[in-house]
């Protein structure tokens, strides 16, 4: 089972079907993340993912 899933992963990103959504204009491609709405409020907001922002985000996390 795993093993299936994981040739299915392997061809929905090969090269040919990256020409073919390439040739599509992107059109085709399944969503791959869900798009929330945002919350009303939040405490902290950090922009930034490099070695500030994680080291920020690690801080306030504790």
Known sequence: MAASRQ???KSKYS???LM???L???ENWEQQWR???PKPAYDVIIVGG???GLATAY???K
């Open 20 to 22: 073919r959504n390439a």
């Open 50 to 52: 490099g070695g500030h």
């Open 24 to 26: 599509s204009y992107h």
């Open 7 to 9: 040739v299915n992963k």
């Open 15 to 17: 090269i040919f079907s």
């Open 35 to 37: 798009s929330p709405d």
């Open 59 to 61: 801080y306030l996390a």
